[in-house]
């Protein structure tokens, strides 16, 4: 058993049980041991891969939406350009990069804001994006709120806390962690008189059902929101999850590219579920934006020129690059891989027409 798994259970045996939230936001978040302050996971020889690690084509893609928004804004000359959760730092460099070949005046306006909780990643972004003097936070409240804001978020909500609630009979209740044996066990909290869910959301869950609900999410997304409705922007949105809300336990253990389970090693496996795009873009709405989507990574990647975009980069490839090429557009775009599963919404002012990708 390990330091934090020691921690949590020293905990539990002297408060009762914890709900769900608290022990992935433990796991993750724990300033000493949790798996985000301490890791820098994102990669071949981490945990997982993400899309900007595929192919440079997605970060340059993002990067060309965020600038069309800029224009579609009017081109401000001073603006909030943000990223959170930004991994590695790829996705921005290859935006940043695009950007400065294609849109004079897009770099000057912008002050990059990086959303990031941990240290190790922290360095490494510093290290990429130095040149663009980025300014770093731990929430997105802190970002300052002052100038239109373009913002981009990859698999990052997937990585944020969620509560969990189980039925019994026709009562929800909280789900909590307790201890078992050497390890963790799931354990039926207090009812919950009014899940945080739409009843149409819970209907034909059977007894034993899992329902879940990342608040979290949905205060950020309503921040995102209402910042957008006030200041003007635009923000981008991409992740795994489901294009209909629904009941269903999608948290899951990822470590060294396989999945395990979810109570093997606190804090030392990534811990997510998935997105519910529907109540994120109802948060967002609520905070006086307009959303659009859930639209496919597959769809919105071929509307905003995904295919040229590899078409050009293959005419300069060596036959090898061209081999690789053709297998990241296929884990980008095929549905038996990040085609269907991950999906894109975006946020901008309720007066602009429909952004790139989500037209129709
Ligand atoms: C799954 S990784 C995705 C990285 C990157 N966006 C990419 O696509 O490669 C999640 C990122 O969000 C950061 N992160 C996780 N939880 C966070 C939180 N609560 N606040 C800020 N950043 C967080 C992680 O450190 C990491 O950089």
């Known amino acids: 058993m390990n330091e934090l798994a020691r921690r949590i259970r020293a905990r539990i045996d002297t408060a009762g049980a914890m709900p769900v939230d608290a022990f992935i936001e433990t796991c993750l978040g724990d300033p000493d041991h949790g ?99 980025p300014v770093f936070h731990d929430r997105f409240d802190d970002v300052p709120d002052d100038a239109p804001l373009f913002l981009v978020a990859n698999e990052f909500f997937d990585a944020l806390a969620v509560r969990q609630f189980v039925r019994r009979g026709p009562v929800w209740h909280e789900r909590m962690v307790t201890v078992a044996d050497d390890g963790f066990a799931f354990a039926d909290g207090p009812p919950v008189a009014v899940p945080p869910l739409a009843p149409a959301q819970l209907a034909d869950s059977p007894d034993g059902a899992v329902a879940e609900s990342c608040e979290r999410a949905l205060e950020i997304a309503g921040a995102i929101g209402a910042r957008l409705a006030r200041r003007g922007g635009a923000a981008c949105v991409i992740d795994y999850g489901t294009a209909r809300s629904g009941w269903g336990d999608t948290l899951q253990a990822v470590r060294a590219h396989r999945k395990v389970a979810v109570f093997e090693a606190p804090g030392e496996c990534d811990l997510t579920t998935h997105v519910d795009f529907p109540r994120l873009a109802d948060a967002a709405r609520r905070g006086g934006a307009a959303a659009f989507g859930p639209v496919t990574q597959a769809d919105f990647l071929r509307r905003i020129g995904i295919h040229a975009r590899f078409a050009t980069l293959a005419k ?21 891989e990040m085609g269907t599963l991950f999906k894109v919404v975006a946020f901008q002012p309720a007066d602009l027409p429909p952004p790139p990708g989500f037209e129709g």
Request: zero cysteines; a positive charge.
């Open 316 to 336: 300069v490839a060596a036959p090898e690059a061209r081999r690789r090429l053709e297998a990241a557009s296929r884990r980008l775009l095929d549905p038996a």
């Open 35 to 133: 798996y985000y302050r301490t890791r820098a996971p994102v990669g071949g020889a981490g945990d997982f891969t993400t899309a900007p690690e595929i192919s440079q084509a997605f970060g340059e893609l993002v990067g060309v939406w965020l600038g069309d928004r800029w224009l579609a804004s009017g081109a401000p000359a001073a603006m909030r350009l943000v990223e959170l959760g930004p991994g590695l730092g790829t996705l921005m460099e290859d935006a940043l990069r695009a950007l400065a070949k294609t849109l004079p005046g897009f770099l000057e306006a912008a002050r990059l804001h990086l959303v990031e909780i941990s240290r190790p990643m922290r360095k490494m972004q510093g290290e990429r994006l130095g040149r663009h003097a």
